[in-house]
Antibody, heavy 118, light 112 residues
Framework: EVQLVESGGGLVQPGGSLRLSCAAS????????MHWVRQAPGKGLVWVSR????????SYADSVKGRFTISRDNAKNTLYLQMNSLRAEDTAVYYC???????????WGQGTLVTVSS | QSALTQPASVSGSPGQSITISCTGT?????????VSWYQQHPGKAPKLMIY???KRPSGVSNRFSGSKSGNTASLTISGLQAEDEADYYC????????????FGGGTKLTVL
């Protein structure tokens, strides 16, 4: 059974940093592109970042470029999102998602809440 | 890149059919057959319902169907059931020189 389990969310002050993790199991993690998608409270889904299967290529939404870094450890079956210079508008539930085919997200984690507030 | 445009809400009675539209541009929906649709119940993670415009993942009811015309994609749900009440999001690849993905703002489906 495919499972994605996020962790690392919490309350952080504006300007602070946080690292999210997504532990994958039930599939060959190293064969799949992975993504982070976020959802602000009561709002819609917003794509954040993606990484290819071996970690050599990454992409970011304009709103997080230069502040967030996506990475992966295929030996540990884990996806990461390093978030720096956090802003109030980064407050959201962050989901990791597996890509199937081209930009189809077939499995999602349960999400981890990040709250940026003083 | 701007978010795709969806109606904020749609409603229908059990057994009826409804259609949710998703309007983009020639840079996203209109250029690629890479529109997907997600169902999200309150407090839950999204679920893939349609991918690559009209394909259904294994396990998704054939009451769900997808289509596209020009810059607008559509999700149709036939034979509405109470459990279909949820938020629905469209999504499209939007990259040209760089990888990019955009979602729609979401549509709240109410089953009357």
């Amino acid at each position: 059974e495919v499972q994605l389990v996020e962790s690392g969310g919490g309350l952080v002050q504006p300007g602070g940093s946080l690292r999210l993790s997504c532990a994958a199991s039930g599939f060959t993690f190293s064969s799949y592109w992975m993504h982070w998608v976020r959802q602000a409270p009561g709002k819609g889904l917003v794509w954040v970042s993606r990484i290819n299967s071996d970690g050599s290529s990454t992409s970011y939404a304009d709103s997080v470029k230069g502040r967030f870094t996506i990475s992966r450890d295929n030996a540990k079956n884990t996806l990461y999102l390093q978030m720096n210079s956090l802003r109030a508008e980064d407050t959201a539930v962050y989901y990791c998602a597996r890509e199937y085919g081209e930009t189809n997200f077939d499995y999602w984690g349960q999400g981890t809440l990040v709250t940026v507030s003083s | 890149q701007s978010a795709l445009t969806q109606p904020a809400s749609v409603s229908g009675s059990p057994g009826q059919s409804i259609t949710i539209s998703c309007t983009g541009t020639s840079s996203d929906v209109g250029s690629y057959n890479l529109v997907s649709w997600y169902q999200q119940h309150p407090g839950k993670a999204p679920k893939l319902m349609i991918y690559e415009g009209s394909k259904r993942p294994s396990g998704v009811s054939n009451r769900f169907s997808g289509s596209k015309s020009g810059n607008t994609a559509s999700l149709t749900i036939s034979g509405l059931q109470a459990e279909d009440e949820a938020d629905y999001y469209c999504c499209s690849y939007a990259g040209s020189s760089t990888f990019y993905v955009v979602f729609g703002g979401g549509t709240k489906l109410t089953v009357l």
